[in-house]
């Protein structure tokens, strides 16, 4: 049977003036006790010892126990506290020592100092209640916090680390200066919760941590909406982003799993990998994002399955040295690039759908730039549909490029492989090889360009085969300058151009056309520069200025001015 104490300020009958008298009188007796607190503010400082219960009698928010310095409620055993409102300063407001805690319908606020600590193998809950200020610690202990709301902590609203295991339901978490819920080398759920107004990460992950998110809210904080790093793993699920510097940040090795999340205005990137951070992303959507919708960079290396990108600057950016499997992504509606990859970085599309850029694909970079497209649609581009550049080398693979100017060009030092691809309904041409450039084309089809179907400038070499153009209005192919290489098995069909304009330095085998083909006369070579040479005449071994010099002359005058300006 629970005993029963009541405490009020003014001390009825058999009653008690502070809270401390009747926990002194209830570890006495031995036995479980509830004790009936009146309203009013008590100073004083609580333990708790055994099985406990502290009750605000007049409902929650109406017993207020402060104190100025340290901890206010220390507990050990099975402690619940129903109602009241705590208040404290430089430490731990509420610390769990052993046993269980739990505080429903309360407040507890900590000035410069933590609100609730739970320690090693203590099991503390939070239902129903506010956190001010100070931030809710679980060190080595089990947690569960539901319907709760955390205001204004002055670093990390819940901090889960060493071992600790806590889940966070249904609760609102705002104001932070640093994280919503840090989980370090522990594990965490956090479900069904808002965040907003962090100022880092709302969630993160960090030191081999394990963070689950499901069906969260999170808007308008500083930095990324979540993060993991340093080898984290977990999931992501449903959340709903707006408003972040970054919606999903991974790093330093983290590995998670992120599946049907909306990630909207982010104001840099909405999904960012970086430093050897992997990651699995399916089924998301990221909305005009500031900068890069999907960004790997610096190592990272993320599988992107059936995500939609809309609105916003740069679709996908893999760079620096990065990685990425991209799979059943819709993108549309950019200001800028759908997919770009420059910087030794590599990356893999399949069964992308780009439409209403200015630009499909993009490469720059060095040998190590390399990109592979296969099964994928461009359409409605204002520029080209892929552009290889510096030495890159790409393959296109079942690729249709729709309505545009360019096709698919490639220039400087790059490469470009095209097997089965086709482009269509283009007003400047299908496919240009310039500068140093290497093309090489397998079954191409260019239908209704209104210039050229192929063309090659510069020094470029493009080595065509077992490929059609049909209707360009100028050419079926062009070739001009000094570029060089094979044009066999093609055909080019229509009612008007030249079939071929040749520069003679292209082998045509076996072209099938009924259009002509024109051969272009080579420009006559410039004679080259008249040099004159002068043996006879003086000899220096070092820069000399200010001479004048003449010879075969029969008199000659010379004169030196010294130093001092005189003349000699």
């Known amino acids: 049977m629970v005993a029963r104490y009541f405490v009020s300020p003014r001390r009825g009958r058999r009653g008690y003036s502070d809270i401390a008298s009747a926990l002194d009188a209830a570890a006495g007796r031995g036995r479980a006790a509830r004790v009936e607190i009146a309203p009013g503010r008590y100073e004083e400082a609580l333990t708790v010892r055994g099985d406990v219960e502290l009750v605000a009698v007049d409902g929650p928010g109406s017993v207020v126990v402060h104190r100025p310095r340290g901890t206010v409620l220390e507990a050990s055993g099975a402690v619940r506290v129903h109602g009241l409102v705590l208040i404290g300063r430089d430490a731990d407001v509420v610390d769990c020592r052993a046993g269980t805690l739990t505080l429903e319908h309360s407040e507890v606020r900590a000035h410069n100092g933590v609100s609730v600590r739970g320690r090693p193998n203590t099991a503390v809950t939070l239902r129903d209640s506010a956190i001010r200020h100070g931030r809710t610690l679980f060190a080595g202990a089990e947690g569960l916090i539901e319907r709760c709301r955390f205001s204004d902590a002055a670093d990390n609203a819940v901090a889960v680390i060493e071992g600790a295991r806590v889940a966070v339901r249904d609760s609102w978490i705002g104001g932070s200066r640093i994280h919503g819920v840090r989980v370090s080398d522990a594990r965490a759920e956090v479900t069904g919760c808002e965040l907003t107004g962090t ?21 308008a904080v500083d930095a990324e909406a979540v993060m993991f790093i340093e080898q984290s793993r977990g999931s992501v699920d ?22 049907g999340c909306t990630l909207t205005a982010c104001r840099d990137t909405g999904i960012n990998v970086q430093t050897s951070g992997r990651g699995r992303f399916e089924d998301c959507e990221v909305l005009a994002a500031g900068n890069v919708a999907v960004l790997s960079t610096q190592g990272g290396a993320p599988e992107v399955h059936g995500c939609r990108i809309s609105g916003g600057n740069v679709g996908i950016a893999v760079t620096d040295a990065a990685r990425g499997r991209f799979t059943r992504v819709e993108i549309g509606d950019l200001t800028s690039v759908a997919l770009r990859v420059s910087d ?53 693979k079942g690729v249709v490029a729709e309505r545009g100017r360019l096709g ?64 360009c209005a100028a050419a079926g192919a062009s070739f001009d300058e000094k570029c060089a290489g094979r044009l066999a098995d093609c055909s080019v069909d229509g009612t008007q151009g030249v079939a071929v304009q040749h520069n003679g330095r292209v082998e045509l085998v076996s072209l099938r056309t009924s259009l002509a083909v024109v051969t272009k006369e080579p420009e006559p070579a410039e004679p080259a520069p008249t040099t004159v040479n002068n ?34």
């Open 238 to 259: 449903g959340a709903r982003v707006t408003d972040a510097q970054h919606g999903i940040a991974v790093a330093s090795g983290a590995d998670p799993v992120v599946r």
């Open 199 to 219: 100022g880092k990460a709302a969630l993160v992950a960090d030191t081999q941590a394990e963070l689950t998110v499901s069906g969260c809210t999170i808007h």
């Open 344 to 396: 030794d970085a590599k990356a893999v599309f399949e069964q992308v759908r780009v439409e209403r850029c200015p630009s499909g694909l993009e490469t720059r970079g060095g040998a190590g730039t390399t990109a592979e497209v296969s099964d994928s649609r461009f359409r409605d581009f204002g520029m080209s549909a892929a552009e290889v550049l510096g030495h890159s080398r790409v393959t296109l």
């Open 535 to 568: 043996f006879i005449g003086p000899v220096f071994h070092r820069e000399v200025s200010g001479t004048q010099l003449a010879w075969n002359n029969h008199d000659v005058i010379q004169q030196q001015t010294d130093e001092d300006g005189s003349r000699a």
């Open 408 to 471: 698919f060009g490639v220039g400087e030092d790059a490469q470009l492989f095209a097997y089965g691809c086709a482009v269509e309904g283009v007003s400047s041409g299908g496919a240009l090889g310039f500068g140093r450039a290497r093309l090489v084309a397998r079954n191409l089809t260019v239908t209704g360009s209104e210039a050229f179907g192929l063309c090659g400038l510069g020094s470029a070499y493009l080595d065509v085969a077992d490929s059609g153009f049909v209707d």
